[in-house]
Antibody, heavy 120, light 106 residues
Framework: EVQLVESGGGLVQPGRSLKLSCAASGFTFSDYYMAWVRQAPTKGLEWVASISYDGGSTYYRDSVKGRFTISRDNAKSSLYLQMDSLRSEDTATYYC?????????????WGPGTMVTVSS | DTVLTQSPALAVSPGERVSISCRASEGVNSYMHWYQQKPGQQPKLLIYKASNLASGVPARFSGSGSGTDFTLTIDPVEADDTATYFCQQSWNDPRTFGGGTKLELK
């Protein structure tokens, strides 16, 4: 059974940093692209970043480029999101997802999410 | 970015058929996918590439469409289907989601 479990969320002041982690199990982690998708309170879903099988290629939405860094450790079956210079608009639940590249990319498995609140 | 427009909410009775629409601001070929999100839970993939049922999803769910207009159909609707349904396109970068349609049971 595929399991994705996020951790590292919390309350952080604007301008500070936070690092999210995602522990994966139940599948061969290195066989999947991975991604972070976020959802602001009572809002819709928004793709944040994705990473290739070996971490050699990374992709970001414009609003987080230069501030967020996605990475992975295949030996530990773990995905990460380093978030710097946080803004209030980054407040959201962050989901770790697998990214299925068939059909050019849909998100087939999701973790339960970790909440990030950016506020002074 | 490609904007996906969904109706905000629908209310139906159990046993009825419901169609949830998603309109794209530009063509996305058949690369539209659907997710179900129950209150307090993470989204779950229902349909990929317009009409393909994801593993373990009941055959009551089906998808159709191409280009700019897509539909998720549930027939018959059950009480457990109370949720918000999101569409997502993967033809244009960046991948984008619709605002979601909240399905309520009467």
């Amino acid at each position: 059974e595929v399991q994705l479990v996020e951790s590292g969320g919390g309350l952080v002041q604007p301008g500070r940093s936070l690092k999210l982690s995602c522990a994966a199990s139940g599948f061969t982690f290195s066989d999947y692209y991975m991604a972070w998708v976020r959802q602001a309170p009572t809002k819709g879903l928004e793709w944040v970043a994705s990473i290739s099988y070996d971490g050699g290629s990374t992709y970001y939405r414009d609003s987080v480029k230069g501030r967020f860094t996605i990475s992975r450790d295949n030996a530990k079956s773990s995905l990460y999101l380093q978030m710097d210079s946080l803004r209030s608009e980054d407040t959201a639940t962050y989901y770790c997802t697998t990214l299925q590249l068939r059909s050019r990319g849909y998100f087939d498995f999701w973790g339960p999410g970790t909440m990030v609140t950016v506020s002074s | 970015d490609t904007v996906l427009t969904q109706s905000p909410a629908l209310a139906v009775s159990p046993g009825e058929r419901v169609s949830i629409s998603c309109r794209a601001s530009e063509g996305v070929n058949s690369y539209m996918h659907w997710y179900q999100q129950k209150p307090g839970q993470q989204p779950k993939l229902l349909i990929y590439k317009a009409s393909n049922l994801a593993s373990g999803v009941p055959a009551r769910f089906s998808g159709s469409g191409s280009g700019t207009d897509f539909t998720l159909t549930i027939d018959p609707v059950e009480a457990d289907d109370t949720a918000t349904y999101f569409c997502q396109q993967s033809w244009n970068d960046p991948r984008t989601f619709g605002g979601g349609t909240k399905l309520e049971l009467k």
